[in-house]
């Protein structure tokens, strides 16, 4: 059984930086495909970042340049380094991981509990 536990959410004002790290069990980060959604209340949730196996990195349009997804082997974490954060980056973020070739297309195949993430203006 694959479990995903998040941490690093917390609050901070605007313009400044979190980290968000996703430990791993039940597979290695290098064996499935990972990322990062986010989900406000009342939205659906979406995809943020994503790695594949082979470690390509994507990031949704909203969030490239300021957030960076890494995964460290040894470790069998997941990263998601968040700078530069803007209020509307408010929003739970889930770990995410996916044994199908290729990963999701819109929902994964496994989610961590979440971790608050709350930027003030």
């Known amino acids: 059984q694959v479990q995903l536990v998040e941490s690093g959410g917390g609050s901070v004002q605007a313009g400044g930086s979190l980290t968000l790290t996703c430990a791993v069990a039940?597979?290695?980060?290098?064996?499935?495909?990972m990322g990062w959604f986010r989900q406000v209340s009342g939205k659906a949730r979406e995809a943020v970042a994503s790695?594949?196996?082979?470690?390509?990195?994507e990031y949704a349009a909203v969030v490239k340049g300021r957030f960076t997804i890494a995964r460290d082997d040894a470790e069998n974490a997941l990263y998601l380094l968040m700078s530069d954060l803007k209020p509307e980056d408010t929003a739970t973020y889930f770990c995410?991981?996916?044994?199908?070739?290729?990963?999701?297309?819109?929902?994964?195949?496994?989610y961590g509990q979440g971790t608050q993430v709350t930027v003030s203006s």
């Open positions: 039940g597979t290695r980060v290098t064996s499935v495909y």
């Open positions: 995410a991981a996916d044994p199908r070739p290729g990963g999701w297309n819109t929902d994964a195949y496994y």
């Open positions: 790695m594949s196996r082979r470690g390509v990195r």
